[in-house]
């Protein structure tokens, strides 16, 4: 019988669709795929700037950012607003600021989570595709704030499912349960665990790969204080090992223990970056806290100990029958309300 | 492939573990019973009319007819017209023939119906009961021999239709409803499962593509499929046609797995969805029709690929001088799922890829 007409129009219809579908794809593969050998007058995407070259200042920089734009919208209202900022080989660098300040999103970006819009990232000197590709994948590890794990699989074939899907020698798993002390309960469900289980889990399924980069979302969140000790330790442990790691939070605490440098992060912004040694020498009080006696009783005195400030000190203790005498430093908050006039939550 | 494999194997126990996996076998063992046990073979209802004959010609010729071994089933003479009344309020399909001659001995009769009689039935059997009465009652009679030899039919296919179990008949509507729209359903659920449980965010981050995840996710479906297609096709059919149906089966699947794979990319919950499931599940049972009453079969009709699904599939189960069909199922099925895999696998990344999961 032979064919209809109606039915030759369908057949062409179908195969001018197939048609361009290839053709789409072919664009895009050369559209977010840009060498890293490419030289820059060759950038077939104008948006991303592509430095390549050595790394300078006499070390190795893990991770380089310069004037980094994020919008959601894609308009000029942008979650990350023109930030820069390195972190050397083997460092923890801390990423804080309040809710929306822009740290997932920032994460999200060097992570490969969210496109590269506008800015530079590099990855030892080598600038970094719009999206990433597997290499980078296999060497980076990602633990998220929300513990997503496949609840209807035991948290061992959670991290075994995850193993294979990288090209570099993983974990054991089994190891890896054990350290973050789920070990005995390595053939439970994970729906089965607590939301702390949970996140450990998800800790653990970040270390999967041996990342060398690894982004940690508030590690430490919902966790008793002696896990969260042991998360802490198993951080400072990779840390000597020479992983670099970018940790996002809100607690100073943890912060200020565990990071060699900290950025302030606020509407997208970066308004201060340092040590926190020196965040809080250079725009802390120093204090001390004088309890003495007066007229019987017990009482209590607040003194900066700025230079100008000892004279006052040394004429306070002079004049008062002092009992105890305690110094302080401010806490990162402390300088955090300071520089931003807004809280952490 | 190890990707791959390894997403199949983690999606396969995950589809065991909802149950869904279970149910959607477990409803096509359902199915299966159903059409076997409960379903009739056939709905053809038995004639009866009532003949209250007061000439007594039909009578005359049922016995002449009976003596030639004829057989005139379903025609049941009473004595009165109260009698064919009752009679057809008894047997709601049964209809009523009177038969009584007016003064100048001619035949006139009265034909009582049931309330929802088709008009277009009843200007037949007028037509019909002219015919007869013309012929045994003169002048108009007496038709020469071979009046009705003139007319000669021929039909493009072998028609086997009216050998065909009605129960049978019925697979293919079973199929494309039970495997391709409830695959449809299944693969928004399995990809909404991964975006609220956020366990995609953690395989973006690992170097494995989308792609492999959405095959993956097609490899689930078109396996349990086959599974499902089985279970109903084999008890029922046999294995003639099997293979050519399954073919057009796994086909019908991947179509609908893609455009579930569109609409999972936009919503987060399936339930949200379910407006376009509803309209996408109406379109795709629509040229249903067309199967039970070929002569609805308008062109436009034929873009839908269940259209083609529901004919390829009657064409493989009930071989009648229609091969042909299968081919071109198959083909135009095909011309459907490439695209739309290639097409929904694009969109779902680049929807994942906007951040709106983030």
């Known amino acids: 019988m032979p064919p209809k007409e109606s039915d030759l129009i369908f057949f062409l219809f179908f195969y001018f669709l197939i048609a361009l579908c290839i053709i789409d794809a072919t664009r895009d593969s050369n559209d977010e ?86 800015g530079d990232i590099l990855i030892e000197g080598q600038a970094r595709n719009a999206y990433p590709d597997k290499a980078f994948f296999n060497r980076i590890g990602v633990g998220f704030e929300r513990p997503n794990v496949y609840k209807k699989l035991s948290a061992y074939d959670n991290l075994k499912f995850h193993a294979a899907l990288y090209d570099v020698k993983t974990e054991d798993p089994k190891i890896l349960l054990d350290m973050v002390g789920l070990g005995e309960e390595g053939k439970k469900l994970a729906g089965e665990y607590s939301k702390g289980m949970m996140q450990r889990l998800g800790f653990a399924r970040s270390m999967i790969n041996h990342p060398d980069i690894w982004f940690l979302d508030e590690p430490t969140m919902g966790l008793d204080p002696s896990t969260g000790n042991k998360i802490k330790r198993i951080i400072r442990k990779r840390q000597s090992e020479g992983t670099t790691i970018f940790l996002t939070t809100h607690n100073m605490f943890v912060a200020d223990e565990l990071c060699d440098r900290v950025a302030f992060i606020v509407d997208g912004k970066i308004v201060a970056m340092d040590s926190p040694k020196n965040l809080k020498l250079k725009y802390g009080q120093p204090t001390v806290t004088i309890e003495y006696l007066e007229d019987g009783k017990l009482k209590s005195q607040v003194l900066g100990m700025k230079n100008n400030e000892k004279s006052v000190l040394e004429k306070f203790i002079a004049e008062h029958e002092v009992k105890t005498l305690h110094s302080g430093e401010p806490t990162l908050e402390e300088i955090f309300i300071k520089l931003t006039g807004r809280g952490l939550e | 492939m190890k990707r791959v494999l390894n997403l199949y194997k983690k999606d396969m126990i995950l589809g065991v573990k909802d149950v869904f996996i279970l149910l959607e076998i477990a409803f096509s063992v359902i199915m299966m019973l159903l059409i076997l046990l409960v379903v009739p073979k056939s709905i053809e209802q038995e004639d009866t009319v009532f003949i209250y004959d007061k000439t007594g010609m039909t009578a005359r010729l049922g016995a002449e007819m009976h003596e030639g071994n004829m057989q005139m089933n379903g025609q049941i003479f009473v004595d009165s017209r109260e009698a064919v009344v009752e009679g057809m309020i008894e047997n709601k399909s049964a209809v009523g023939l009177i038969i009584e001659k007016d003064p100048r001995g001619k035949f006139r009769t009265e034909l009582l119906t049931q309330p929802y009689s088709n008009a277009a039935q009843l200007n037949y059997l007028e037509v019909v009961l002219e015919d007869i009465f013309s012929v045994f009652s003169p002048p108009f009679g007496a038709y020469p021999q071979d009046v009705y030899r003139s007319v000669s039919v021929i039909a493009l296919q072998d028609n086997q239709r009216d050998s065909i179990p009605f129960n049978r008949m019925l697979l293919p509507i079973v199929i494309v409803t039970m495997i391709g729209i409830v695959g449809l359903f299944a693969m928004i659920s399995m990809i909404a499962q991964e975006k609220v449980d956020d366990t995609i965010r953690a395989y973006r981050v690992a170097p494995s593509s989308i792609y492999a995840f959405i095959a993956s996710k097609h490899l689930v479906m078109l396996t349990i499929s086959i599974v499902t297609f089985s279970v109903m096709y084999l008890p029922i059919i046999g294995l003639g046609g099997y293979l050519p149906a399954l073919l057009i089966t796994l086909l019908t699947v ?42 609805f079969s308008p062109d436009w009709l034929k873009i839908i690929p269940s259209y083609h699904t529901l004919f390829g599939l009657d064409a493989a189960m009930f071989p009648d001088n229609n091969t042909h069909i299968i081919g071109q199922s198959i083909l135009l099925l095909g011309a459907w799922a490439i695209p739309l895999v290639l097409i929904s696998a694009r969109m779902f990344r680049s929807q994942i890829r906007k951040g709106g999961i983030l």
């Open chain 1, 33 to 118: 795929y840009i060498s890293n050998n490419q030289a820059p007058n060759q950038n077939p995407n104008p948006k991303i700037r592509i430095i390549t070259g050595m790394c300078h200042g006499g070390y190795k920089r893990m991770i380089e950012v310069s004037n980094l734009f994020h919008s959601y919208k894609k308009n000029e209202d942008y979650a990350v607003n023109d930030i820069s900022f390195r972190i050397e080989k083997g460092e923890i660098f801390g990423f804080l600021g309040p809710s929306g300040a822009g740290k997932s999103t920032t994460q999200g970006i060097l992570s490969g989570l969210l496109e590269l819009q506008k």
């Open chain 2, 254 to 295: 991947i179509i609908g797995s893609s455009l579930g794979i569109m609409l999972g990319s936009f919503y987060e919950e399936p339930m949200a969805s379910f407006g376009w499931v509803f309209l996408l599940m109406l379109l795709f049972t629509l040229p249903a029709i067309s199967l039970l009453a070929p002569v």
